[in-house]
């Protein structure tokens, strides 16, 4: 049978009979193997490597308990760590499923069984463990491509990666175009490290993080006594990358002035440092980027056009992070395994419901916005997957409330709204139930914007 159509494998560890039968007629779209001991379990396991298991966690010897179960449960994960493990507890057994998810099991269900309930977080579950997979192969793939530590799987981003293997040999100036945090730099470096020129100095300097006045001194350099302060000769970023690649990061925040010194050093390559009177050669690659419209600021008299056409004989258009089809998830697991081996955690990935808000998440901030993001969730997180909360998002990808001021507002919200709620909308009696005055809920009704 072509692996496409070979049904998926479900492993169904249940010591009661009945329950067995039950499950078998539930999940006829997989091939579903059932066992009823720890034993049982572990053999088919080990030859059929299913996807997904649900586990009872009272099994025998210990029927009542959950030892048998807990101890199945660590032995599967050891076995199979990628497998996604549902346990069932039973009535107010819910410690015991959170500590179960705590070991690394995927999620639980209670009993009795409902079987649309647990039809849903079966196919959930290998749907997660399906796209798991995927980003591991993904990730691998590109891990060992030419462009170190640009991690993508998108057809966009390829296309980009493609494009700078192909322009870096060229000793052509390249103009990154895209938003902040999309990875200009790692490309700028990406072109360097390409180019015939690695080997030689990568000299990054931002533009736009620097005030006007020191701009030029820090490209030019300077000599003894140009000005006040400038106590000793020293070079500028221009001469410090000599036979390297000069990467401007902000182009567009250059002042207009210092464009024109700009200009004439790409035209001649020389320099002149400020208070010197030596025209000195530098030979340097000028990589450029910008997250701006130069072509607007080219419009409005703010960018030269000719500079603009000295720094863009190539342009590549950085596509933003949710542009890139998978690749949030993606580089988020990226960041997840190396942030993970660099704090020491033993995390064994993300919960679903962080997936669902990196996928919908816009990203504004890019690649650095979710670096920084799973830097954080893998010092926060206390359970053995990252989840949403451990984020900073809901499962809807928008960004929780953090700060005090909004926790006490929605806690307000809240109260209002249950109080309502318990006096079936009537506001004298609401207002009693919070012990303020009717006024004042009315007032607060307005402040939170609640309809009656
Ligand atoms: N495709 C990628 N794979 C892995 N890491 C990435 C990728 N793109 C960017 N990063 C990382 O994200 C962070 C931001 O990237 P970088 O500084 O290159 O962005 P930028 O576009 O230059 O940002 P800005 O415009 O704000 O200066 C860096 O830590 C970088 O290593």
């Given at each position: 049978m072509p692996e496409a159509m070979q049904k998926q494998k479900l492993l169904i560890v249940e010591d009661d009979v009945g329950l067995q039968r039950q499950y078998r007629w539930n999940f006829e779209t997989y091939e579903v193997f059932v066992a009823g001991t720890r034993a049982e379990?572990?053999?088919?396991?080990?030859?059929?490597?299913?996807?997904?298991?649900?586990?009872?966690?009272?099994?025998?010897?210990?029927?009542?308990?959950?030892?048998?179960?807990?101890?199945?449960?660590?032995?599967?994960?050891?076995?199979?760590?990628?497998?996604?493990?549902?346990?069932?507890?039973?009535?107010?057994?819910?410690?015991?499923?959170?500590?179960?998810?705590?070991?690394g099991a995927y999620d639980f269900?209670?009993?009795?069984?409902?079987?649309?309930?647990?039809?849903?977080?079966?196919?959930?579950?290998?749907?997660?463990?399906?796209?798991?997979?995927?980003?591991?192969?993904?990730?691998?793939?590109?891990?060992?491509?030419?462009?170190?530590?640009?991690?993508?799987?998108?057809?966009?981003?390829?296309?980009?990666?493609?494009?700078?293997?192909?322009?870096?040999?060229?000793?052509?100036?390249?103009?990154?175009?895209?938003?902040?945090?999309?990875?200009?730099?790692?490309?700028?470096?990406?072109?360097?490290?390409?180019?015939?020129?690695r080997g030689k100095s990568f000299v990054a300097i931002n533009c736009a993080a620097i005030p006007e006045n020191l701009l030029e001194s820090e490209l030019f350099g300077y000599e003894k006594g140009a000005f006040t302060g400038a106590i000793k000769q020293t070079l500028g970023k221009i001469e410090m990358a000599e036979g390297g690649t000069l990467f401007l990061d902000e182009i567009g925040d250059i002042p207009f002035p210092l464009q024109v010194k700009l200009l004439r050093f790409l035209q001649e390559r020389v320099i002149e440092r400020i208070g010197g009177r030596r025209e000195i050669p530098v030979d340097v690659r000028i990589v450029c980027a910008t997250h701006q419209d130069l072509e607007r600021l080219i419009t409005e008299n703010r960018f030269r056009e000719d500079l603009f056409y000295r720094l863009s004989e190539i342009t590549i258009d950085i596509p933003a992070l949710k542009e890139r089809d998978g690749d949030p998830t993606l580089v988020a697991q990226h960041f997840l395994n190396k942030f993970s081996q660099e704090h020491t955690r033993n995390l064994k990935g993300f919960s679903a419901d962080a997936l669902t808000a990196i996928t919908a998440h816009a990203w504004p901030g890019n690649v650095r916005e979710l670096e920084n993001k799973v830097k954080r969730a893998v010092i926060m997180a206390e359970g053995t997957r990252v989840t949403a909360i451990d984020l900073g998002l809901d499962k809807f990808g928008e960004p929780v409330i953090l700060n005090l001021k909004q926790v006490r507002e929605e806690a307000d919200r809240r109260a209002l709204k249950n109080a309502l709620a318990s006096a079936d909308g009537n506001i004298s009696q609401a207002a009693k139930l919070l012990g303020i005055s009717r006024p004042t809920f009315y007032d607060l009704l307005k402040q939170h914007n609640i309809q009656i």
């Open positions: 379990a572990l053999e088919i396991l080990r030859a059929e490597m299913p996807k997904v298991v649900t586990l009872d966690l009272g099994l025998p010897p210990d029927p009542d308990g959950t030892s048998e179960g807990f101890a199945t449960l660590e032995e599967i994960l050891r076995l199979t760590p990628d497998a996604k493990v549902i346990v069932a507890s039973g009535h107010g057994a819910r410690e015991s499923a959170l500590r179960a998810i705590a070991i269900y209670q009993k009795p069984v409902d079987a649309d309930e647990l039809g849903f977080i079966v196919r959930r579950a290998f749907h997660v463990q399906a796209l798991e997979a995927e980003n591991r192969v993904l990730a691998d793939q590109r891990q060992s491509a030419s462009l170190k530590g640009i991690i993508t799987g998108s057809q966009q981003m390829m296309k980009v990666c493609e494009m700078i293997e192909r322009v870096a040999p060229a000793d052509v100036a390249v103009m990154l175009l895209g938003a902040s945090g999309t990875g200009k730099e790692l490309l700028a470096r990406a072109v360097h490290d390409l180019s015939p020129r």
